[in-house]
């Protein structure tokens, strides 16, 4: 429970710590156990070869997904610490809610959404849910309470809202299927800001450090207000949020720095997210999801859970499919899962890197050169 009586809870605790299967807690407490699931889960090891903004970087300092989520875990702990509420559940929030993020970042989030545009589309945060609910751990998911589940369901960071209060109603999160509910705690609503105090700064940082803006091209407001490092934005957007949110008991910014906000962001959209040395690989990223959307769509359709049949395709990602689907058929077979479905878990599932490799796999598959030596002895040469 919140100390401040500002951000006091209707809700209580055995409402929020709930769990989809009951389990004996330990001495971590409920939301630092749900840190620890998260930060051993495959979804998490592979959000470091991840896009944030900048595609499949090869350089060390330039945000990747696993920073982002780090970054707005610390930056909502420090707010929560400053409001009295919960850190652990914070923390957990922030590093679990991303999970569900495509290769290439928004870009491939829209790729796939184009596929499922007869069901309503593709949204990394409903995702999310699916991935610790379901997918990781081949079926079991992670077993997570209702409050981390909800504010990684419901942490929309596109949104640039000036307050934000909790929804305090308990909701039945496998039935959301949009972006317009709000989390049920304080803390996942102090996450939902802190998501874009974490990358608006950082991803000016880190275009700056491209190249592909300069210094002087932020507009003299933003400089003035808020700063041109990301350090100095992050540090006067979490002051403000605090400052804010003690005078007025609901998260949001003073009206000077949300003004400024807006601005930051629509240059961001337009000097960054929008420039062409970005925009210009749109078409290569489509091609390899598309690609490998065509290939392991008709492979599943032709082949099914016939497991060892995957072998026979000669190529790594072929057999990778199958033994992915072999620990998952159970699941699968269970909720009656279509061909579709299974694809898209498969491929949203991927690093940038990896969906690059496995393209390359089934256009010249690493086996191709040695195939024949081992049957056909080499030339003689004497």
Avoid at 178 to 197: C, F, G, L, N
């Amino acid at each position: 429970m919140a100390d401040n009586l500002f951000f006091a809870s209707p809700l209580g605790d055995e409402q929020l710590k709930k769990r989809i299967n009951e389990r004996d807690e330990d001495l971590r407490g409920h939301y630092f156990r749900d840190t620890t699931a998260i930060l051993h889960s495959y979804p998490f090891r592979r959000l470091k070869h991840k896009t944030q903004v900048f595609f499949a970087p090869r350089n060390d300092h330039i945000c990747t997904r696993i920073e982002h989520v780090m970054h707005v875990a610390t930056v909502a702990t420090t707010i929560c610490r400053a409001l009295g509420l919960d850190p652990d559940l914070a923390w957990a929030i922030g590093l679990g809610h991303d999970l569900g993020h495509t290769p290439f970042g928004h870009l491939g989030e829209k790729i796939i959404g184009n596929l499922l545009a007869g069901e309503g589309g593709f949204r990394h945060e409903i995702y999310s849910l699916r991935v610790v609910d379901h997918l990781t751990g081949y079926g079991k998911g992670l077993n997570l309470t209702y409050a981390v589940r909800d504010g990684i369901l419901n942490h929309c960071g596109e949104k640039f809202e000036k307050v934000i209060r909790p929804d305090f109603n308990i909701k039945n999160l496998s039935e959301i299927k949009t972006r317009e509910y709000y989390p049920s705690s304080w803390e996942a609503v102090v996450v939902r800001m802190s998501d874009k105090i974490a990358y608006l700064g950082r991803d000016l940082e880190d275009a700056m450090q491209l190249h592909i803006v300069t210094p002087d091209q932020i507009p003299e407001e933003v400089r003035r207000i808020l700063g041109e490092h990301n350090s100095d934005i992050i540090n006067t957007l979490v002051q403000d949020v605090i400052s804010y949110s003690l005078e007025n008991g609901e998260i949001g910014f003073s009206n000077d720095i949300y003004e400024t906000i807006i601005q930051l962001k629509e240059f961001n959209y337009k000097n960054i997210y929008s420039n062409p040395r970005l925009t210009v690989y749109h078409d290569y990223f489509e091609r390899i999801i598309m690609t490998l959307f065509h290939y392991l769509k008709e492979l599943f359709e032709t082949k099914g859970f016939e497991i060892e049949t995957y072998h026979d395709e000669k190529n790594y990602l072929a057999q990778r499919f199958g033994d992915f689907l072999k620990k998952m058929q159970h699941f699968y077979e269970s909720e009656g899962a279509s061909a579709l479905h299974i694809v898209i878990d498969y491929i949203a599932g991927m690093t940038d890197d990896y969906s690059i490799d496995c393209v390359k796999e089934i256009m010249i598959p690493r086996k191709f050169s040695v195939q024949f030596d081992q049957i056909i002895p080499g030339p003689d040469l004497i």
